[in-house]
């Protein structure tokens, strides 16, 4: 039955095609899954959601004594597109001082996926993390400064 | 000669049947006069493309037996001896039915269909969702990623289910009080918890659990 073949195997292909290689690579083998210690005085954890699909996403920064980012993970429950903008979020922090990283931009990650518009919010998401990262290590920072004033 | 537009004063005086020209009643897909279908009313909800009431909570037995019914009354199969028109419109009505009936049947899609009912949509705009209710759901995911056994998974499964039918009653209370903002949040969790019930429903299918 040549002509049913033909039919399932379009059918098949349809979905693997909304995503980009760049996307199914990250997905495949995504880079820097894994936890660090959130309660280490090192490290900054971002939480952030999509509630409109259920995705959450956490993205992890160590960050050393010059401010550097040294280590990032991630881990992502929800689409392709969301542990591939993640993934490729905790690269492209490795490496930078914590400045640098705040100016990477949702659309840099988009354009770098070649996300179709729907998916844009998914690249919002990991630029959320990688901010609400920093800002929790600020934020321990600073507690940590008050501790050692206060002492 | 200027022609000037018919005014319309109220669009249900003016609506009237395709082949005879009565005017049509509000209620009735069919002309009173000559009992030819009459097109689809393109501005019905699905709730009034069934013929039930806008709420949240809504008896699905019954809306199982609507569907039916109104399956049986304006299946295109049944208009295959009518004028073309007719069939035409057969045809919108019962996919207008299938599309209501597939929406208002499972209550996530339900509530999410309110929401955009009451301009509210989920999708749009921003929902500000507390760390540690994102850390549960973190937690609750990670649980069901590790777990290696249908037991761990069924009680994964159960526990989520709990939460789920709280959170109905929550955006039914929600809904019902007219408090769309409160719903929309609730909505929201639902979202999330019905993910985790989904990759759990995944689980037993691929273990032969479910049938």
Known sequence: MPLLNTTTRNVAVVPVKHYHEKVIDHYENPRNVGSLDKNDTTVGTGLVGAPACGDVMKLQVRVDAEGKIIDAKFKTFGCGSAIASSSLATEWVKGKTMDEALKIKNVDIAKELKLPPVKLHCSMLAEDAIKAALSDYRIKQSSKDNIKKND | ?211
């Open chain 2, 1 to 211: 000669m200027l022609k000037l537009p018919r005014v319309k004063f109220c669009s249900l005086v003016l609506k009237q049947c395709w082949n005879c020209d009565e005017n049509l009643s509000l209620t009735s897909a069919f002309c009173n006069k000559c009992n030819k279908l009459q097109p689809l009313n393109p501005d019905y909800t699905h709730f009034e493309v069934l013929g039930i009431e806008r709420n949240f909570s809504i008896d699905t037995v019954a809306l199982v037996k609507t569907y039916r019914n109104l399956q049986g009354r304006f299946h295109p199969d049944r208009y295959s001896t009518k004028s073309e028109q007719e069939q035409q419109f057969a045809v919108e009505h019962s996919s207008a039915i299938n599309k209501a009936y597939r929406c208002l049947l499972h209550p996530v899609e339900r509530a999410l269909y309110l929401l955009e009912l009451a301009d509210q949509p989920l999708h749009e705009g921003q929902i500000d969702m507390e760390p540690a209710f994102l850390m549960e759901i973190m937690e609750v995911n990670e649980e069901l990623a590790e777990a290696e056994d249908k037991e761990t998974v069924q009680a994964i499964g159960q526990r989520n289910q709990e939460i789920l039918k709280r959170l109905l009653r929550d955006a039914d209370a929600a809904f019902s009080a007219g408090n769309t903002r409160e719903a929309r949040s609730v909505v929201a969790k639902i979202k999330y918890y019905n993910n985790v019930y989904e990759k759990v429903r995944e689980y037993e299918r691929e273990h032969g659990i479910l049938d």
